[in-house]
């Protein structure tokens, strides 16, 4: 047991209490000071609240504008159907929003029940909210830490604090330590931190910082503020509505001069061709649109366990150029395993498999590697089960465990060698032995097994086994094998056994007083291993133009070579420490992007450092993702444009903080969300061309009937029927087109890409006019032949074609319709005859037919429309060719193109 004299001044600046702990008046002093050992809530908006913000859009604002002007004029109809639309519109947003946060719920559950402390000189147990600095807090093994604490006792206390700061190793603490101020979390081994877990051992601390002064409460402050950063699509929506709003404008005031300067019209005719103008060139049906394909890219990523929690994030992650990523438990399987056994001849035996997964081991008959799986399994606390179906469960310390995986990989059976060699004594590990030992026999002799760090066992030694010899132990041969494997990242075991006493001693003096004279058998080299998917995944990442970084709580040689393993960067490659960014950020922004930017692996990073990282490479310009499953990753999920937690092995911290879950916590699975996440942006570009191509074509109509001096060729109330009933049929099925394919070939969008992007204005103007233009020659024609109220009947029913033309047309930026499949997307295959046949049959139904102002159209002239209708679909097909052959040169279609 070690202890210190602690410093009467805690973080707080009150005197800590003695050993008996404070009295209960004072705890009552202090609780009312500091407050209860909680965290706040996280603010949540009613739902109310989150409705009316739904009309805070430009879009918005207009349509309000035309509605109470059509009531104004009398025109109740074109009113009410305006509002249904507001209505419907806020309704989806309203659904899509409403999702409240509950990160800083998950810390409070963290820190949520009893502590055992001293009381009036006695061992109480009293709630968590109750505890206050300088409370004499007691630990034990299965504890959870209530609060920040300096220790002042220590027996063996191991602590996992993986949750803070990414390392996958318990922590041996040491009340006789003194850390530096500005040591990371990770190297502060007489200090314990609130939602850490006791793993073995007891201790006694005094309670520096209650609620949101501790570790975890700096984190939950910052989880529950806003998200500063927004999602790709809501930037481009928001820039795309700004556009068309002001397009908007400009063009109800010119057409407003052009109606002045052309004469002829009246007040109310000009008011009522603005509104149509308005009515006609916003995308009513982008909502619903927009909703469903983020829906449908939802279910498509559920099915590649990919889980997203917030609906715009479907496309946010198919955004991004840039990945962060935690190591454990993300990269890595975060279950410690043997890599290698090396004896001291130097002869190197490798295992495969990961954790407690099925695995082989080279050399599996050699009778030294046999001795020292021996001795690996009979020192040992720790139990491995067969559970069936080729499951393996197992309970106890994970070095140990990772002792008997890899004994079962040389093919020893565990039970039978055990039976074997049955326990006289066992010496458990601790931190100030270094460590662990038994003496088994099996009733002729016994031995005495020993496994530690290699500078204990080897000071054991006096000799070592060579090719079935035991000779004097070469010290330097087995020091250089672990310099070597150590600066490779690893942590190394070493062990040896001797003959030992059949009866020793009482007291255990056998093991503890004379350990020496060991026979030195080998080393093997642990290391939480990669997932085996994980290089391909980043390989794919790469490749598709997205840059990967792996940022972690471990030592910078275990990062140096997890990071060389995957890729990331050069065995010998410089690793980003937080005791460098630390050194940067005091000589400034400058050197803070000098450092940072060139680095893909960084070892040793505190949360807060995690979020700079993540700062940096977002105002380098990149959409950036993180990934992680601790508490530790959560202020940096929260502050990038996507957060990625792990489901399986995540925090409920970081599955609260992060927009998508991956389920099975495999790396692998990011890049299929990331393949999805484009599909359903080029089917949002795809549903927007449709709709401002169709609107583009309106207001060319709006125009060349005022041109050439006749009446309002649509209705308000038929330009939305058109835009939220016909076209919107079929625009939302337009959002399940499937994927074109080569999305993960093609480098990710500039994240300063508007969707109103130049492939679009050109589409929108090439098909928009040819609508346009055919729309107006057949309302002219109709016009002169059969009068205005026909030649807007007519009109509408050719712009109900011209919508199934357009939409089938749509399902590809450059491949001909005949080239794709016709029922790949089987809701587009019934949506475009669904949405003409709703059209006809409307002809036919009282009181809708008269609010429309339509009726039935005869034969020759339906034939007439539908040929107008083809002559634009080669216009479309036309186009396309040209595309093909200016980007590929000819190449077949099909071939992925940059969007």
């Known amino acids: 047991m070690s202890s210190s004299t602690l410093s009467n001044e805690n973080q707080t600046g009150l005197t800590a209490g003695p050993t008996t702990g404070l009295t209960t008046e004072e705890a009552l002093a202090r609780l009312e000071e500091f407050g209860p050992n909680r965290l706040p809530a996280a603010k949540t908006s009613s739902v109310a609240v989150v409705f009316l913000r739904q009309f805070l859009s430009p879009f918005i604002y207009i349509l309000m504008v035309a509605a109470a002007v059509s009531l104004a004029v009398g025109q109740l109809p074109s009113a009410i159907f305006i509002v249904a639309v507001l209505l419907l519109n806020a309704c989806i947003g309203a659904v899509q929003e409403f999702s409240a946060e509950r990160s800083a719920a998950a810390l409070r559950d963290m820190v949520r029940g009893l502590a055992r402390v001293m009381r009036d000189g006695h061992a109480t147990s009293v709630d968590i909210e109750e505890i206050v600095p300088g409370d004499v807090v007691l630990l034990a093994s299965g504890d959870r830490i209530p609060a920040d604490m300096r220790l002042t006792d220590t027996d063996g206390l191991c602590v996992d604090e993986s949750m803070l700061t990414g390392e996958s190793l318990a922590v041996e603490k ?17 200090q314990c931190f609130a939602g850490a877990i006791v793993t073995r051992g007891r201790g006694q601390g005094v309670v520096s910082a209650t609620g949101l002064n501790t570790e975890i409460g700096g ?26 709003a002001g397009a908007i404008m400009i063009a109800i005031v010119a057409l407003a001069g052009l109606m002045l300067w052309r004469g002829g019209y009246e007040a109310t005719a000009m008011v009522m061709m603005g509104i149509g103008l308005a009515v ?22 559920a099915n590649q366990n990919v889980i997203i929690r917030k609906l715009v994030a479907v496309e946010a992650l198919g955004s991004c150029t840039f990945i962060c990523s935690d190591k454990t438990g993300t990269l890595t399987v975060n279950e410690l395993t043997i890599h290698s056994a090396i004896l001291p001849s130097g002869r190197t035996f490798k295992a495969s498999g990961a954790g407690i997964a099925p695995g082989d081991l080279e050399g599996a008959g050699d009778p030294l590697l046999r001795d020292l799986c021996v001795t690996g399994v009979l020192a040992n606390e720790s139990e491995l089960d067969y559970a069936g179906d080729k499951v393996w469960t197992a309970e106890g310390d994970i070095v140990d465990v990772a002792f008997l995986v890899f004994a079962k990989k040389f093919g020893l ?50 000799r070592m086994q060579i090719d079935g010899e035991v000779v ?23 062990l040896a056994r001797r003959p030992a006493s059949e009866t020793p001693d009482r007291d255990g003096a056998e093991t503890e007083a004379a350990l020496d004279g060991l026979i030195f058998q080998g080393m093997v080299a642990m290391i939480d291993p ?13 490749t598709g133009g997205v840059g990967v970084a792996m940022v972690t709580g471990d030592h910078p040689a275990t990062a140096r070579a997890i990071g060389a393993e995957l890729g990331l960067c050069a065995a010998d490659a410089t690793v980003v420490s937080g005791s460098m960014i630390r050194e940067a950020v005091e000589k400034g922004p400058d050197a803070v992007r000098d450092l940072i930017l060139p680095a893909r692996v960084f070892a040793r990073i505190e949360p807060m450092q995690k979020e700079l990282i993540v700062e940096t490479f977002m105002a380098d310009g990149h959409f950036v993702a993180v990934t992680g499953d601790g508490v530790n990753d959560a202020p940096a999920m929260r502050r990038a444009n996507v957060g990625v937690a792990m ?16 389920t099975d916590d495999n790396f692998a699975s990011i890049v299929s969300g990331v393949e999805q996440g484009r599909i359903v942006y080029n089917n949002i570009r795809k549903v927007i061309g449709l709709l401002t191509a169709t609107g583009f074509s309106a207001l060319l109509l ?16 038929q330009l939305l029927w058109l835009n939220l009933v016909a076209n919107g049929l079929q625009d939302v099925a337009l959002a399940f087109e499937p994927k074109e394919g080569g999305e993960l070939t093609r480098k990710p969008r500039h994240p300063d890409e508007p969707i109103f992007e130049r492939h679009i204005v050109e589409h929108v103007l090439i098909a928009g006019s040819a609508m346009g233009a055919i729309a107006f020659a057949v309302y002219w024609m109709s016009y002169n032949a059969f009068g205005h109220a026909d030649a807007r009947n007519i009109t509408l029913m050719l712009m109900v074609l011209f919508g199934n033309v357009h939409a089938l047309s749509s399902r590809s930026e450059t491949r001909s319709l005949f080239s794709i499949a016709p029922f790949a997307n089987r809701f587009l295959a019934i949506a475009t005859p669904g949405a003409l046949a709703l059209h006809l049959v409307s002809m036919h139904i009282p009181g809708l037919s008269g609010v429309l102002d339509i009726h039935p159209i005869s034969p020759p002239v339906f034939a007439g429309l539908v040929a107008a209708a083809l002559a634009f679909f080669l216009v479309e097909e036309t186009h396309k060719f040209s595309i093909r052959r200016h980007r590929h040169g000819g190449a077949p279609e099909g071939r992925p193109v940059e969007a």
């Open 472 to 494: 004097p132990v070469d010290r330097k041969r087995i020091e250089e094998q672990f310099e070597a494997m150590a600066r490779q990242g690893y942590r190394m075991i070493a």
């Open 280 to 301: 006609s060139t916003i995308p009513e049906g982008l909502p619903a649109a927009l909703t469903v394909a983020l829906a449908i890219g939802m279910r498509r990523m």
């Open 647 to 662: 489901g399986k092995s995540g925090a409920d911290v970081a599955k609260e903080a992060a927009d998508i879950i991956i």
């Open 702 to 717: 709006f125009f060349l009937s005022v041109l050439a001096g006749l009446p309002m060729p649509l209705t308000a109330v």
């Open 530 to 542: 990669i997932r085996p998917e994980a290089r391909d995944a980043i390989a794919r990442c790469n």
């Open 174 to 190: 040491d009340a006789a330590d003194r850390s530096r101020p500005d040591a990371p979390l990770a190297e502060r081994h007489d």
């Open 413 to 462: 059976s565990l039970g039978a060698l055990r039976d074997a060699h049955q326990r006289r004594k066992l010496i458990p590990y601790e931190s100030e032995r270094a460590y662990s030992a038994s003496i088994n026999g099996d009733g002729t002799a016994a031995y005495l097994y020993a496994k530690g760090s290699p500078e204990r066992i080897l000071a054991a030694s006096d």
């Open 219 to 244: 984190i939950a402050e910052k989880v529950t503020q806003a998200r500063v950063s927004e999602p790709p699509l809501m930037i481009r929506i928001r820039r795309f509505t700004y556009q068309v």
